[in-house]
């Protein structure tokens, strides 16, 4: 079956410190693979999604950057934090177009910029 | 997409079953009928997903109206873990990733 991990699972970081938040899925082979948002009581966002190796599409435009150096690993990037960058950060995949809505979440980062 | 309507929240006793609603009257022939929830504090859940059939699956039942102008997700025995609030997606298969969901219902299971 297949899992995804994410870590870490609470994240507490100065404005203008880096980030990495990094994502690893198992069990699948060449999966979608997507960064979301979730501010305090609001709606997801889709930040990035990635179809392959490489391969990142961004949603919004931010201080954020996402990378895909492995099949099923994918990372999420700042070089300077902003206070607006706390949020729940969730990653999810999928398989190919026609199933890209049936998505599967990790557990959840929750950052908190300071 | 189609717009849904979900009343914002509902009560079930543990053990009985939860039938949540979802309108989606202006839903058009090739859309399907998503549904996600989310636990506090986690991430979203794939429940399940139809066209026009009754589909069922280990976590729930989903049935969709004849006319597809609404549908119901059932939890068959409500358990306190399934205490969420539950949302109901229209969309075509191949229009886009970026899963956006509305207000959902809340729903309270109590012992």
């Known amino acids: 079956s297949q899992t995804i991990h994410q870590w870490p699972a609470t994240l507490v970081q100065p404005v203008g410190s880096p980030l990495s938040l990094e994502c690893t899925v198992e069990?699948?082979?060449?999966?979608?693979l997507y960064w979301y948002r979730q501010a305090a009581g609001r709606g997801l966002q889709l930040l990035f999604y990635?179809?392959?190796?490489?391969?990142i599409s961004s949603e919004v435009p931010q201080n954020l950057s996402a990378s895909r150096p492995q099949d099923r690993q994918f990372i999420l990037s700042s070089k300077k934090l902003l206070l607006s960058d706390s949020g729940f950060y969730l990653c999810?995949?999928?398989?190919?177009?026609?199933?890209?809505?049936?998505?599967?979440f990790g557990p959840g980062t929750r950052l908190t910029v300071t | 997409d189609a717009k849904t309507t979900q009343p914002p929240s509902m009560d079930c006793a543990e053990g009985r079953a939860a039938n949540l609603p979802c309108n989606h009257s202006?839903?058009?022939?090739?859309?399907?009928v998503y549904w996600y929830r989310q636990i506090h504090s986690q991430g979203p859940q794939y429940i399940i997903h139809?066209?026009?059939n009754n589909e069922t699956n280990e976590m729930a039942s989903l049935i969709i109206t004849e006319d597809r102008k609404s549908s119901t997700l059932i939890l068959p025995h409500a358990t306190l873990r399934d205490t969420a609030v539950y949302y109901c997606?229209?969309?075509?298969?191949?229009?886009?990733?970026?899963?956006?969901f509305g207000k959902g219902t809340s729903l309270l299971v109590t012992p």
């Open positions: 999810a995949w999928s398989l190919g177009l026609a199933s890209s809505y049936e998505q599967y």
């Open positions: 997606i229209v969309r075509k298969t191949n229009s886009g990733y970026a899963l956006n």
């Open positions: 139809g066209l026009k």
């Open positions: 990635s179809v392959g190796i490489g391969q």
């Open positions: 202006t839903i058009s022939g090739n859309e399907y």
């Open positions: 069990g699948t082979s060449n999966p979608n």
